[in-house]
C-alpha cells in the first residue's frame, strides 16, 4: 500500500487526527476481471505542444500544461501493459454533436480555428484508441451517465475499473462514484489522473481514495493488469469449460 499520496500537505492539523482515527487503513482490492478506462484525454486539455500551463492557456484555456502530458505519458506506458496482457481497454469522451454541455460556467467565443477546435476533441496521439477498443461518448461528467458503458463491461464480465485521465476533481471523479455505485471496484492511478490546480487534484483522490476507490501507484496498476490480463483475455467459454 502507497505511504506518500502527495495530497498530505493539504490536510489541516485537524484533518491529520481525524484521519489518524477514521480514515483508510487498507486497501479495498481488485477483482479478478479488470478493464482500463481512459477519460477525456484530448488534444483541448493538453494543447498541441508540450508547454508550461500558463502558456498553453495562451491558445488553450482549458490546458492542463505539462504536468497533464506527464500523466499521458505514463498513461501510455500503463495501456502499452493493459494491451499487452488482453484487458478490455474503453475510451471516453464528450459528444461532439451540439448538444448543450453540463458546464454553466459562461464561455466566450473561442479563438480557435474551426480546424483547430475540431482537433482539440481529439484523442491524443499518445493514448489514441486501435482497432477493436471501444470509444464512448457522454454528455455528461460521469463516462455512465446516458451511455452504454455499464452494459458493454457488464457483457465483458469486467468487475474492476483502473481508471486514468482527467480531470481528477470533475470527470474522473463523477465516473468513479458511478462505477462505485454499479458496485465494480476502483483503482484510479495517482500518476495517470491530472487536473487545472494541484489542490483539487490532491484532495479529489484523498476523498476519491476514503470512499469510492483505491488510489494506487502506476507500479502497482501495471503489476495487477500484468497479473489478471490472460485470464480476461480468454473467451468466456473457455474459461468456463476449463
Request: hydrophobic share 40%.
Amino acid at each position: 500500500m502507497m505511504t506518500e499520496y502527495g495530497w498530505e500537505p493539504y490536510l489541516s492539523e485537524r484533518d491529520r487526527e481525524h484521519d489518524k482515527m477514521w480514515g483508510k487503513k487498507e486497501l479495498f482490492g481488485f477483482g479478478d476481471k479488470p478493464a482500463l478506462v481512459l477519460i477525456d484525454i484530448y488534444y483541448s486539455v493538453l494543447g498541441l505542444e508540450r508547454q508550461p500551463i500558463f502558456e498553453s492557456m495562451k491558445m488553450w484555456p482549458s490546458s492542463t500544461g505539462l504536468e497533464g502530458w506527464k500523466a499521458v505519458d505514463k498513461t501510455a506506458e500503463l495501456l502499452a501493459v493493459a494491451r499487452a496482457n488482453g484487458v478490455p481497454v474503453v475510451h471516453v469522451k464528450g459528444l461532439q454533436s451540439g448538444i448543450k454541455p453540463w458546464v454553466h460556467r459562461k464561455r466566450g467565443p473561442s479563438k480557435l480555428s474551426a480546424e483547430m477546435q475540431q482537433k482539440g476533441t481529439e484523442i491524443v496521439a499518445e493514448v489514441a484508441p486501435i482497432a477493436g477498443e471501444v470509444v464512448i461518448e457522454k454528455t455528461a461528467p460521469s463516462g455512465f451517465q446516458g451511455t452504454p458503458l455499464h452494459f458493454h463491461l457488464n457483457s465483458l464480465g469486467v468487475d474492476t475499473l483502473i481508471m486514468c485521465g482527467e480531470t481528477t476533481s470533475g470527470c474522473v471523479r463523477a465516473s468513479v462514484v458511478d462505477a462505485a455505485t454499479h458496485r465494480y471496484r476502483v483503482g484510479v492511478v495517482s500518476e495517470c489522473v491530472f487536473d487545472r490546480t494541484e489542490a483539487s487534484h490532491f484532495m479529489n483522490l484523498y476523498d476519491m481514495h476514503q470512499k469510492y476507490s483505491d488510489v494506487v501507484s502506476l507500479e502497482m496498476a501495471k503489476a495487477y493488469l500484468g497479473e489478471q490480463g490472460a485470464d480476461v483475455a480468454e473467451p468466456p467459454l473457455q474459461r468456463k469449460a476449463g
